[in-house]
C-alpha cells in the first residue's frame, strides 16, 4: 500500500498514480506502461502519460486506429505533470517515464506518484544498476514500489531466481510474477496493439504474464 503521508494527501475522487520507472533504457519500461495500463483498461478508467520525450509510448498506441482501452496524454512539461491528480476523470494514471535517473522531468513524476514500478532484466548487470536506483532515487521518498523482472529467458529461470533472492536479501521488494522474453512483444509493438489483444506464436503466454503482474501489483498497493 503507499504509505500514509501520500494515502492522506489523496483528494476525493482522485486518481491513483503508477509511474514505471528505471534510470536505464531497454528495460521492458514502455512495454509494461502500455500492457498494464491495457489491462486495467478493461474495467477501470485509465489515462497513460507518456512523459518520455522520445515518445515511444505514444508511438506504439497512435498505431492503433481503433484505439486502446485506455486514454494517452504526451506531456513532458514538469509543471502540468504535477497538476495530474487533478483530473478527476480517471481511477488510475500509469506514467511511462525517461530513462534518466537525475532528470527533473522523472523527478516531477515520482514526487506526483503513489506507487513506483521498476522493470529490470535479471542480468547481473542491470540488476546491480537497478538496485542503485532503488538505493539513491526511491527509497530515500519513502514511496510504495516494487521490482519486476523483465526479459526472463524462458528456457531458463535460475537467473531469475537468483535475482528475486538477491533482492529478497537486500530488502527490496520484487514482484513473484515476471515477464518472459517473447518475440510476441516486439510484434504486439508493430501492430499497435497490446500483448493481451495481440494474436500469434507465444501471444498467450506472454499475455498471460503481464495479467499476473497486473493482479499482484493490484494485491499489493
Same mark, same amino acid.
Given at each position: /500500500?503507499?504509505?500514509?503521508?501520500?494515502? $492522506?494527501?489523496?483528494? !476525493?475522487?482522485s486518481p491513483k498514480i503508477l509511474a514505471v520507472v528505471n534510470g536505464k533504457g531497454g528495460v521492458?519500461?514502455?512495454?509494461?506502461?502500455?500492457n498494464l495500463a491495457a489491462i486495467w483498461g478493461q474495467?477501470?478508467?485509465?489515462?497513460?502519460?507518456?512523459?518520455?520525450?522520445?515518445?515511444?509510448?505514444?508511438?506504439?498506441?497512435?498505431?492503433?486506429?481503433?484505439? /486502446?482501452?485506455?486514454?494517452?496524454?504526451?506531456?513532458?512539461?514538469?509543471?502540468?505533470?504535477?497538476? &495530474?491528480?487533478?483530473?478527476?476523470?480517471?481511477?488510475?494514471?500509469?506514467? *511511462?517515464? !525517461? !530513462?534518466?535517473?537525475?532528470?527533473?522531468?522523472?523527478?516531477?513524476?515520482?514526487?506526483?506518484?503513489?506507487?513506483?514500478?521498476?522493470?529490470?532484466?535479471?542480468?547481473? /548487470? *542491470?540488476? /546491480?544498476?537497478?538496485?542503485?536506483?532503488?538505493?539513491?532515487?526511491?527509497?530515500?521518498?519513502?514511496?510504495?514500489?516494487?521490482?519486476?523482472?523483465?526479459?526472463?529467458? $524462458?528456457?531458463?529461470?535460475?537467473?531469475?531466481?537468483?535475482?528475486?533472492?538477491?533482492?529478497?536479501? &537486500?530488502?527490496?521488494?520484487?514482484?513473484?510474477?515476471?515477464?518472459?522474453?517473447?518475440?510476441?512483444? +516486439?510484434?504486439?509493438?508493430? *501492430?499497435?496493439?497490446?500483448?493481451?489483444?495481440?494474436?500469434?506464436?507465444?501471444?498467450?503466454?506472454?499475455?498471460? *504474464?503481464?495479467?499476473?503482474?497486473?493482479? +499482484?501489483?493490484?494485491?499489493?498497493?
Amino acid at each position: /500500500m503507499p504509505n500514509s503521508s501520500t494515502t $492522506s494527501q489523496l483528494k !476525493p475522487n482522485s486518481p491513483k498514480i503508477l509511474a514505471v520507472v528505471n534510470g536505464k533504457g531497454g528495460v521492458g519500461k514502455t512495454t509494461t506502461a502500455v500492457n498494464l495500463a491495457a489491462i486495467w483498461g478493461q474495467n477501470q478508467r485509465v489515462l497513460l502519460v507518456d512523459a518520455d520525450p522520445q515518445g515511444s509510448s505514444t508511438w506504439w498506441v497512435e498505431r492503433n486506429q481503433a484505439g /486502446m482501452v485506455f486514454d494517452l496524454a504526451k506531456q513532458i512539461n514538469t509543471e502540468k505533470l504535477g497538476e &495530474l491528480r487533478q483530473i478527476i476523470e480517471y481511477d488510475l494514471i500509469v506514467i *511511462d517515464t !525517461p !530513462p534518466a535517473l537525475r532528470s527533473e522531468l522523472l523527478t516531477a513524476v515520482i514526487a506526483e506518484s503513489d506507487y513506483l514500478i521498476l522493470p529490470t532484466p535479471p542480468a547481473p /548487470m *542491470d540488476l /546491480m544498476a537497478l538496485i542503485d536506483t532503488v538505493r539513491t532515487a526511491v527509497k530515500p521518498l519513502g514511496i510504495a514500489y516494487r521490482v519486476l523482472l523483465t526479459k526472463v529467458d $524462458s528456457r531458463s529461470l535460475k537467473e531469475t531466481l537468483e535475482a528475486q533472492n538477491t533482492l529478497l536479501e &537486500l530488502g527490496i521488494p520484487a514482484c513473484h510474477a515476471f515477464v518472459r522474453n517473447y518475440k510476441a512483444h +516486439e510484434k504486439a509493438v508493430l *501492430d499497435g496493439v497490446a500483448i493481451t489483444n495481440w494474436r500469434g506464436k507465444n501471444a498467450q503466454e506472454a499475455g498471460a *504474464d503481464y495479467r499476473r503482474v497486473a493482479e +499482484e501489483l493490484e494485491r499489493d498497493w
